[in-house]
């Protein structure tokens, strides 16, 4: 692909019934903008017919580019994939379901030529999630934020304009566990946002099951912060002590007052205590392991079955 002003990278997964919506808006938009622009649908595996709908759009528009991953990769991968292909001054990325408006890419377009290397859309307002996501998303990105120690947006997902350098140092990142709006913000450069009411999704269903959103989640918290390790390990000490002065107690009462502490109770109390609290510290342990795991093997981060840029041999991956 040559370079563009403007490229628009679009994960979809199942999203058939929102791609021809999807494309209109983004064309209305981006033709005000530019006409120096590209499209790139990444098919995370769709199992609909999604990609007859985007192998119909790019042969009704030169714009339009695919990548056609060889099975579901996961969003953040897909989007990855995206970011390795686009080429362009300014790279945007979009959800497929028309959550994030594409309308908004103008305004997003707008503050960038103010001189940023990020513009984000910021969510004032989430239309049609439920309360559970949007309490388990506000409490978890304020948890997330006191964990790291560069700023990470609030209540902020993946949609936003980027500049070239970002997209180049992205592609650098090498970790397979991807979490690219904490790798974002984590670069520093002039970043900012604007606001913006997010929109339910048009049709289908979220692709987002609640053990895709949890991996993210704690994908989020294992890639910038080594905090739960430090909170596990003072645990151990702060317990350690405690049970100390337990034992001084025991022999002190056994022995001063002739009064020994009994019973299965206590036991069973105890020993279900440190077994608990033994258990959640090997599993948050075992969540950094099962991290260094996927990356000691190194294995490419998707597969790409088909695609219709010429370059497909050669990503633009910069060593
Ligand atoms: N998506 C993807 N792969 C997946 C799940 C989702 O490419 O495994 C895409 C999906 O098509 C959409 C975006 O990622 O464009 C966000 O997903 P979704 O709307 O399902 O998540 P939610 O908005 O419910 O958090
Ligand atoms: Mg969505």
Request: aromatic share 12%.
């Amino acid at each position: 692909m040559q370079e563009n002003e403007l490229s628009i990278i679009i994960p979809v997964y199942n999203e058939s019934g929102n791609l021809q919506m999807l494309y209109d808006r983004i064309k209305n938009t981006v033709n005000s903008i530019t006409e120096h622009y590209e499209i790139l649908f990444v098919n995370d595996g769709s199992s609909d017919d999604s990609l007859l709908k985007i192998l119909e759009l790019s042969q009704s528009d030169s714009r339009v580019y695919y990548l056609n991953l060889s099975r579901n990769f996961g969003h953040q991968i897909a989007v990855s994939a995206g970011l390795e292909y686009s080429n362009a001054r300014c790279t945007v990325i979009i959800d497929s379901d028309l959550q994030d408006p594409p309308e908004l890419i103008s305004e997003l377009y707008a503050k960038f030529n103010e001189g940023f290397d990020v513009v984000y859309a910021k969510r004032q307002k989430r239309i049609g999630e439920s309360i559970f996501k949007k309490i388990t998303a506000k409490l978890y990105y304020r948890v997330l934020k006191k964990m790291v120690s560069f700023d990470i947006p609030l209540d902020a997902g993946d949609f936003r304009i980027v500049s070239k350098k970002v997209v180049e140092a992205i592609n650098k990142m090498p970790e397979q566990n991807k979490y690219l709006r904490g790798q974002i913000a984590w670069l520093g450069l002039k970043q900012t946002h604007v606001l913006y009411s997010r929109d339910s999704r048009k049709h289908g269903t979220s692709g987002y099951s609640y053990g895709k959103m949890i991996r993210l989640a704690f994908d989020g918290i294992t890639g910038f912060s080594d905090k739960p390790l430090l909170f596990v390990s003072r645990l151990g000490f702060l317990i350690s002590f405690f049970s100390f002065l337990l034992i001084i107690y025991a022999v002190f009462s056994h022995y001063a007052l002739e009064q020994t502490i009994t019973g299965w109770t206590s036991l069973i109390m105890s020993a279900a205590f440190i077994g608990g609290i033994q258990l959640l510290s090997i599993g948050v342990i075992g969540e950094y392991i099962s991290r260094i795991n996927v990356n000691v093997k190194g294995r490419p981060l998707y597969i790409v079955d088909t695609t219709n840029i010429e370059t497909i041999s050669t990503p633009k991956k910069t060593d």
